[in-house]
Structure formats: C-alpha cells, structure tokens
C-alpha cells in the first residue's frame, strides 16, 4: 500500500512503532513527566474514594492476580486490563487529573502504559515514550473527528471514546508491536470505545470510570493485536461503521489528525488542573481572580453575577441542587462564589462541598446562568458583575482549554510538585518526596521498581 493510500491508523502505526526515547525532543520528555507526576499524586488519593473501593470491591474475586499489575495505592493486584481499569478511576475519581489532548489523558493513557509496562519489565525511557505515544494518538484521533468542540457537543466525552486509543498506542508501544500489530490495536480499541455525557443528569459515576474503562480497552487491545487478532485499518475512514461515519456524521479531518506527526507529539495540547473542578469552570475562576486583584472585588461588594455561556456549557456546568463533590464540580456558579471568596479551589473546597456555608450560600443565590448559543464552548463565558454601588463589571472569561495549567499559562515543574506534595499531604509520611523523586529519576529507571514500591503500598488518609 502506498503511503498516500495509507489510512490514519497505518500512518500513526508507522510513527510510534519505530519511535524510540532518543527521537523524543527533551522538552516533550519534561513536560510528560509533569503529568506523569501530576496523574500519580491524584490517582494516589483517588484510591481511597467510596467509588473506586466499589470498583474494587465488584472486581477483586475476578481480577486478583497474584502475578497482576499493581492497583496503585491499594496493596491489590489485578490483571494488566483491570489494573488499568481501576488505576484510571483513581486518577479521576476526583476530577483533579489533566485534561486536553483526548480528553483526561493522563488517567486514560498512564494507567495502560504502566499496568503493561510493569508486566513487560520495561525501562523507565520506554514507559516514557509511550506516553508521550499515548497522548499524541489520542488527541490526533479526536481531531479526525473534528475535535473536542465538536465531539463533546454530540455529546460523546473524549476521555471514554479516544481516550480508548491513546491507551492502546501506549500499551502496544510497550508490547513492541510492529507497525501491523500497532495498526490493528488501534483499530480494536476503536471497534469497542465509547462513553456519553449522560451522567451529567444524574451524577452517575460512569463519568468516573470512563477514563479506566479507556484504559482497560486499550490494555486489551494491543494485548490482542500483538496475539494476531486483526483490528480493522480504516477504523475512521469506513463509508458504513467508520468512527468518522458513526460519531461525525460522516466528516472525517484526517489532514487535522496527521499533521505534523513525528514533529508535534500533542503533550503540551494537555493541561495541567490547577483547580478541582471541571476544566470548563478555569477560565472565569482565573478571570474572578484578575478582577480580586485589579479592582478589590470580594463577596462584599458584589450584588450579582450573570454568566452566559452557550447550550453545551451550560448543561455541563450548572448542576443544581449541589449534593456531593460531583455536583459541585459541575457547578459554575460554585466555583465563581469559591473564587469571590478567595478560596484557592482545592479538593478540599470540594469534597465535601463548602455551599452551606454562610458566605457562599448567599453568592450561590446571587449568581445565575443564561445561555446565549452564539458562545461557542472554546469562547468561555461571559461573566456580569453588578456591585453594590450600582456599577457593571463584564468580562469575557476566554477559552478554558488556555486557562492556567495550559500551554498558553504553564505550571512550571515546581508548581507540579507542590501540588502533588499538598494533594499527597493526607497520606502522610514520605510519599510525596519519593514520588517525585521517582519520577524525576524516570529517565534513568531500568526498570519500574522504584516507582512501584511508592504506588504498590496501601494509602489510607491519616485525616
């Protein structure tokens, strides 16, 4: 087949396949292992979540390997794929892992690169490498679709649908698929992805375990591929069937999904949370934060908020009654009464929810969503301020994907560390010094030991 006639899957194959840690440019390598770092802090304190002990709980008599790959922070171990499943929940039980690129791709991607690369034996370079594999597929898969925009608007959630495929580049990277076997795992991961926004009527906690579920079919995708199941090649582009066909209504972008491959590997299209709360909230929390810090704004002297947003943002982001840490973290007028208030939005703002506090329960009835449909959910919203002196403050808030944490504003490495060491400070003891200093020394790993002895020990909240 020649190059031209080669379909989207075989040119991402040809890639990654014969990609190595020495093609990878240092920045890239940096800034993965940020989100690696970032992606483990969380996952750690996800653990131990009600939801993630119910997914162990419902797995551990099927699951439990005493060979297995380690279930982070638990002492358990499970099959790689269910392994996977469960570490990706961990990662985003509290929705304070990153986002971007597929979606939340370090929960999507990370757990499948180490689940396979613990039962492989691979070196720290080559977990890093596929990785990075896993984050470049995955968003240049989503934008074959027409990217987050236009696939969250139909409402598919990224992480569960192309989430699936950067998890299968990364375990078939680590399973050393040759470019037949990469193209057909990708192909299988894509046969059986999925995930809707549907949980956000009712906070059922699929929105949880997509990521893990991404995780798990990537696991068992490249798995099968490497054994000689075939996956098919033209899993985007097929008239009847194809991902371009079933979830764009027939528009494919593959020039969006190709370009620049082997030049751009997508990291930086991911970004680091520096709040714990949807990624759509950032944006005006960080405008709310300008508006403190130019003009004195505080609770005091605010009278009301309006925001406007369009159709898409506004079913996302206005779940009422807030109930639990779900609810709040879909609820934009929550994180804005947070933000008045001075709070810094950690997880400690959300679980549990702070709204029957005095101060931001009277914001959060002076704080009202309007949808305007010519908001595109990349635009941001739009934020209304009437002060006590009868004064109107309007600002657009911008883009949330280019928020703080983003490429736009990075965190440096030593904002990523102190929020895994603050994230970690629960767990008391040593934990966080040594996780970072095993991811730190990741390039240099022989194997995955040193980094395994942090994740393999049972973590329980000292508080």
């Known amino acids: 087949m020649t190059a031209a006639a080669q379909t989207i899957t075989e040119h991402l194959a040809a890639q990654w396949a014969d990609t190595t840690y020495d093609d990878l440019p240092r920045h890239v390598v940096d800034a993965v292992k940020d989100h690696i770092l970032d992606t483990l802090a969380v996952a750690l304190v996800g653990a131990s979540t009600p939801e993630v ?25 499970f099959t790689p794929a269910h392994a996977a499943l469960v570490n990706g929940t961990s990662a985003h039980a509290r929705d304070f892992d990153d986002g971007g690129g597929a979606g ?16 492989a034996g691979s070196t720290g370079r080559q977990v890093i490498t596929a990785v990075v594999a896993g984050y470049d597929v995955g968003y240049r898969a989503l934008q074959s679709l027409g990217g987050f925009a236009a696939h969250t608007d139909r409402g598919w959630h990224t992480s569960g649908t ?44 699929t929105k ?69 709360c949807c990624r759509g909230s950032h944006s005006a929390v960080d405008a709310v934060r300008r508006l403190i810090a130019e003009r004195g704004l505080g609770p005091e002297n605010v009278r009301s908020v309006t925001i406007t947003a369009g159709t898409t943002a ?65 635009d941001g919203p739009r934020l209304s301020f009437v002060l006590t002196d009868g004064e109107t403050i309007t600002v657009d808030a911008g883009n949330p994907t280019d928020a703080r944490g983003s490429a736009v504003r990075p ?53």
């Open 53 to 77: 002990m119910a997914v162990i709980d419902a797995s551990v008599s099927f699951s439990s390997s005493p060979t297995g790959s380690v279930v982070w922070g638990t002492g358990h171990r």
């Open 104 to 119: 939340h791709a370090g929960s999507t991607v990370l757990p499948a690169a180490l689940a396979v690369g613990e039962h």
């Open 162 to 205: 192309m989430g699936s495929l950067g998890a299968a580049a990364a375990a078939a990277s680590l399973l050393g698929a040759d470019r037949g076997a990469y193209a057909d795992a990708l192909g299988i991961a894509g046969s059986f992805t999925g995930g809707v926004w549907a949980f956000i009527d009712d906070g059922a906690l």
């Open 208 to 276: 949880r375990i997509h990521p893990g579920k991404a995780g798990e079919t990537g696991v068992d995708a490249a798995v099968l591929a490497v054994g000689g199941i075939t996956g098919p090649r033209r899993i985007f582009e097929a008239e009847w069937g194809g991902l371009h066909s079933v979830l764009a209504d027939g528009i494919g972008h593959p020039e969006r999904a190709l370009r620049d491959l082997g030049v751009d590997f997508n990291v930086a299209t991911s970004y680091l949370k520096p709040y714990a």
């Open 314 to 378: 506004v079913n996302m982001l206005s779940v009422s009654p807030i109930e639990n840490v779900f609810d709040a973290q879909f609820s934009l007028p929550y994180a804005v009464a947070l933000a008045l208030c001075g709070s810094d939005l950690g997880l400690a703002d959300y679980d549990p929810p702070r709204h029957g506090e005095a101060r931001i329960a009277d914001l959060l009835t002076a704080i009202s969503m309007e949808v305007d449909d010519s908001i595109e959910i990349e």
């Open 411 to 463: 965190l440096s490495h030593d904002e990523v560390v102190a929020k895994a060491t603050s994230v970690l400070r629960p767990l008391g003891g040593d934990i966080a010094s040594r996780l970072v200093s095993a991811v730190e020394n990741l390039d240099d790993a022989p194997d995955l030991t040193e980094l395994l002895a942090v994740l393999a020990a049972e973590r329980v909240p000292t508080s």
